[in-house]
């Protein structure tokens, strides 16, 4: 019987080692699942952040590109306007200087009017005016809203 309790002392304390072992493994898992869980808490807290400041910045890039839209629709506005009646569309210009020795007859006479080439160009610079005016105000807000926060 003797040899039989000494088996079953280094059985029971074999047990009892391998308990404590498990219980320590289970004391690190546990540390180890606390840490991920709140790595996971702050990355979902950072994704919602995220999510917020690209909602913020669709907003403000869809602003802008509605006012762009509605300026080239004045601009366009305008240009149908000046093609139908140019007779009221007042263009600053300048009429060549007749020579002195020429006669000064309203034969000659030509009403003050930019060339075709010119009127093409006004309008493409004012497009290009309003789309680059949107595009600074664009990044005006964006630098406001994501950099000197």
Same mark, same amino acid.
């Given at each position: ?17 391998? /308990?404590?072992?498990? !219980?320590?493994? %289970? =004391? ?5 699942? $606390?840490?991920? #869980? +709140?790595? /996971?808490?702050?990355? !979902?807290?950072? %994704? =919602? ?5 690209? $909602?913020?910045? #669709? +907003? ?90």
């Amino acid at each position: 019987m003797n040899y039989l309790s000494k088996i079953m002392v280094i059985a029971i304390l074999c047990l009892g080692i391998g /308990l404590l072992w498990l !219980i320590d493994k %289970n =004391k690190l898992l546990k540390q180890e699942y $606390n840490n991920i #869980n +709140q790595s /996971l808490i702050l990355q !979902i807290a950072e %994704n =919602k952040d995220y999510q917020l400041r690209i $909602n913020q910045l #669709n +907003q403000l890039d869809n602003r802008h590109l509605q006012e762009l839209d509605h300026a080239k629709k004045e601009i366009d506005q305008l240009r149908d306007s000046s093609e139908r009646t140019p007779e009221r569309v007042y263009i600053k210009a300048e009429c060549p200087k007749v020579p002195a020795s020429s006669t000064a007859g309203l034969v000659d006479a030509n009403t003050a009017r930019p060339t075709d080439t010119a009127i093409r160009n006004y309008w493409v610079l004012r497009e290009r005016i309003a789309q680059s005016e949107q595009i600074i105000l664009g990044l005006q807000d964006y630098i406001r809203q994501e950099c000197i926060q």
